[in-house]
């Protein structure tokens, strides 16, 4: 993890030096501020376009794996522009215009089939074992009332959901 956060301060110290080095400091300045601001315009805009496609969804009206893509695009475009810098303010921009979640929804419902497997498994075995009954209390000391539990090995299957 370590590593990885060195590489993205590497990267986005050369794409600054780079830009400001090309266009001057007070521009680079100038066209982080104004990606800050596109990215704010887009943020909302698409936040309320993926919102109606959830709820599209929802109601039956689109496809949910097309709406959850869209929405997980959405969601790590919106965290890239949180994060300071160049290249990750164009890569939230990116994920942020609907011509590119278009053109990347079909890698992320790909991503998806191949992951849903494993964490299928992986939750089944999470799962308790349910045994249906109820809770039967003796007083202290008395005998019990005289009732008698039969248990069978169906009694010990895994319930179906």
């Known amino acids: 993890m370590f590593a990885l956060f060195i590489l993205y301060v590497i990267i986005e110290v050369a794409a600054l030096v780079a830009v400001g080095s090309a266009i001057g400091v007070l521009w680079t300045v100038l066209l982080l501020l104004a990606g800050s601001a596109l990215g704010l ?3 909302r805009s698409q936040g309320k376009r993926v919102m109606e496609g959830l709820r599209a969804a929802s109601r039956g009206e689109r496809s949910p794996g097309v709406a959850v893509a869209d929405g997980v695009l959405f969601a790590i475009g919106s965290v890239a522009l949180f994060v300071p810098g ?14 590119t ?5 079909p890698l992320v419902l790909l991503a998806a089939a191949r992951w849903m497997p494993t964490v299928a498994a992986t939750t089944s075995r999470m799962r308790p074992i349910v045994i249906d009954g109820e809770v039967a209390t003796e007083s202290a000391g008395a005998p019990s009332s005289a009732r008698i539990i039969e ?7 895994k319930p179906t959901r």
């Open 41 to 43: 315009i887009l943020v």
């Open 86 to 99: 160049l290249v990750t303010s164009v890569f939230g921009i990116l994920l942020l215009m609907p011509v």
């Open 101 to 105: 979640r278009w053109a990347l929804r």
């Open 151 to 157: 248990l069978d090995g169906r009694d010990f299957e």
